[in-house]
């Protein structure tokens, strides 16, 4: 009995060595814009911008692979962090910007059949095979994605009013000086 105890620690030990010596040998270097541009992007998951996420849409832009003005929920404004990141010129948003909204399931449609849940990349709808579902608001992204694979329908798109909780400051808009007039300093 004690042998073999001492057999199974043995091996486990010899085990974990061998795999932190293949995590330090085998590390792969991310590259620090990945993380820079991934964490200006608004991390719906939605895909409307071509990528199946936002870390896939970030290393294409780092790679140099694919445009900054694709993600339509960062709109305008993360269009213009990603230029300033990157040192490009700004270009406007490829689509049309849309307001936030939510997904609402009308639950005496809902049939059960989970395909809502699936599709959701925040698992921001919860429910069971048969049985209603329901979207919990503060976790859903409004990215749309639940809708197309809805049968019935039942899933509406209603728009976020801004109220104090929803209300967010919007950015300053920095004047630029140009070269005819002169900076006054304070």
């Given at each position: 009995m004690i042998?073999?105890?001492v057999v199974m620690a043995t091996i486990a030990v010899l085990l974990g060595a061998i795999l932190g010596y293949a995590a330090v040998k085998f590390r792969v270097?991310?590259?620090?814009?990945?993380?820079?541009?991934?964490?200006?992007?608004?991390?719906?998951?939605?895909?409307q911008c071509g990528y199946p996420?936002?870390?896939?849409?970030a290393?294409?832009?780092a790679?140099?692979?694919?445009?900054?003005?694709?993600?339509?929920?960062?709109g305008e404004e993360g269009v213009a962090k990603l230029s300033e990141l990157l040192g490009v010129e700004p270009v406007p948003l490829a689509v049309e910007p849309r307001?936030?909204?939510?997904?609402?399931?009308?639950?005496?449609q809902c049939i059960g059949c989970t395909l809502c849940i699936q599709a959701?990349?925040?698992?921001?709808?919860?429910?069971?095979?048969?049985?209603?579902?329901?979207?919990?608001?503060?976790?859903?992204?409004?990215?749309?994605?639940?809708?197309?694979?809805?049968p019935v329908d039942c899933i509406k798109m209603v728009p976020i009013s801004e109220t104090l909780r929803t209300w967010k400051w919007k950015p300053p808009q920095?004047?630029?000086?140009?070269?005819?007039?002169?900076?006054?300093?304070i």
């Open positions: 042998g073999a105890i270097e991310e590259n620090p814009l990945v993380e820079k541009i991934d964490a200006i992007l608004p991390q719906t998951q939605c895909g996420g936002c870390k896939p849409y290393t294409a832009i790679a140099g692979e694919t445009e900054i003005n694709l993600c339509p929920p960062g307001p936030k909204a939510v997904a609402v399931i009308i639950e005496d959701c990349p925040v698992d921001a709808i919860i429910g069971a095979t048969k049985q209603m579902h329901t979207v919990i608001p503060e976790q859903c992204t409004g990215c749309e994605l639940c809708l197309p694979p809805c920095t004047p630029v000086a140009t070269p005819s007039e002169p900076k006054v300093l």
